[in-house]
């Protein structure tokens, strides 16, 4: 029963720690009670919702430009096939595959530039 005891008065310690930790901390490293000032060796990052929106529009920028590279690339393929049906077909399915893949970038740019912008 003592043990529940000590129990129920470090939880308290340490949840009272982390509600009143400034903004940023990391309740495990703010704890008050003896022994809890130790560092967990994890490493830490500085990143905000404006660098993450930003990186993640730069790459989804470049999946929708290879996108439209391959687009260019099969229609090229496309008119060069003179009219060999396997040709004419690799060539639509490459045009599907690239049209997949620039709808994929953009829905997920819209929703990322959607989602952060709400955070």
């Given amino acids: 029963m003592q043990g529940m005891a000590h129990l129920i008065i470090s939880l308290k310690i340490f949840a009272s720690s982390c509600i009143g930790g400034s ?6 490293q703010s704890g008050t009670g003896p022994g809890d000032n130790f560092n967990t060796g994890l490493p830490t990052s500085s990143a ?12 989804f920028g470049v999946i ?19 009219g ?13 595959y690239a049209v997949v893949g620039l709808a994929i970038a953009l829905s997920a ?4 530039t959607y989602t952060l912008g709400r955070i």
Avoid: H, W
């Fill in 64 to 82: 929708g430009a290879i996108a439209v590279i391959y687009l260019m690339y099969a229609a090229f393929r496309f008119v060069r096939s003179q």
């Fill in 23 to 28: 903004s940023g901390d990391v309740c495990i």
């Fill in 48 to 59: 905000n919702a404006d660098t993450l929106k930003t990186v993640l529009q730069l790459g």
């Fill in 109 to 112: 740019e819209l929703l990322v």
């Fill in 84 to 96: 060999e049906p396997q040709q004419i077909a690799q060539a639509r399915m490459t045009i599907l």
